[in-house]
């Protein structure tokens, strides 16, 4: 059973540009979520999409956002980015219904740069 | 606001000897805990879970405790192995809003053989 996978795994962005993130979940999986991880501030929640609903969303600026399409593969964006957008993006997908089970399955990230 | 902290950064056991990882959380909302392992350049891997309604939960060389009055929990690993040394993060989440996890900060244990 294939596992998580993002795409692009590195990427080198400048200032003020835009970014997309993709992601395909384990096959089966209808949530998927975003996180991102940074040394000082951790693994912080993005939002979470079910169904293609956004079902949670974390504290971020609208320049985050995220969709999900019917094959349940998720994308992210992040608009005007910024220097503090360096990150490693985290998607997981996770089986389950309307009841989160809170055991995700994680990809192995992207890696944005924003110089 | 860090609702789940996990407050000791790093942690060095020896081969054999047992590993605990300590977490505590302020947000009473909270009905399920997790703990996940992240070796570098991977993904967190999901460890162990508990529910609110329990105390204990075990699985193999893994158990967590739950002390609801306290809004604490704990990893128990018996015993650890050098497999082991990742950094080991918890979480928190209100089962009925869906999949939003709340992490700790980590901590990176290390299993000296």
């Known amino acids: 059973k294939a596992g998580v996978t993002q795409t692009p795994r590195y990427l080198i962005k400048t200032r003020g540009q835009q970014v997309t993130l993709s992601c395909s979940p384990i096959?089966?999986?209808?949530?998927v979520s975003w996180y991102q991880q940074t040394p000082g501030q951790g693994l912080q929640f993005l939002f979470e999409?079910?169904?293609?609903?956004?079902?949670n969303k974390g504290n971020f600026p609208g320049r985050f956002s995220g969709r999900q399409f019917s094959n349940s593969r998720s994308e992210m964006n992040v608009s005007t980015l910024e220097l503090g957008d360096s990150a490693l993006y985290l998607c997981?997908?996770?089986?389950?219904?309307?009841?989160?089970?809170?055991?995700?399955?994680f990809g192995e990230g992207s890696r944005l740069t924003v110089l | 606001d860090q609702q789940v902290k996990q407050n000791s950064p790093s942690l060095s056991v020896q081969e054999g000897r047992i590993s605990i990882l300590n977490c505590d959380y302020t947000?009473?909302?909270?009905?399920?805990f997790l703990w996940y392992k992240k070796y570098p350049a991977e993904g967190p891997t999901f460890l162990i879970s508990i529910s609110s309604i329990k105390d204990k939960n075990e699985d193999g060389r893994f158990t967590v405790f739950l002390n609801k009055s306290a809004k604490h929990l704990s990893l128990h690993i018996v015993p650890s192995q050098p497999g082991d040394s990742a950094v080991y993060f918890c979480a928190a989440s209100v089962r009925a809003a869906g999949n939003k996890l709340t992490f700790g900060g980590g901590t990176r244990v290390l299993v000296k053989p």
């Open positions: 947000n009473s909302m909270f009905d399920y």
């Open positions: 096959s089966g999986h209808r949530s």
């Open positions: 999409y079910f169904s293609e609903t956004q079902r």
């Open positions: 997981a997908s996770s089986s389950g219904g309307q009841a989160g089970t809170g055991e995700l399955f």
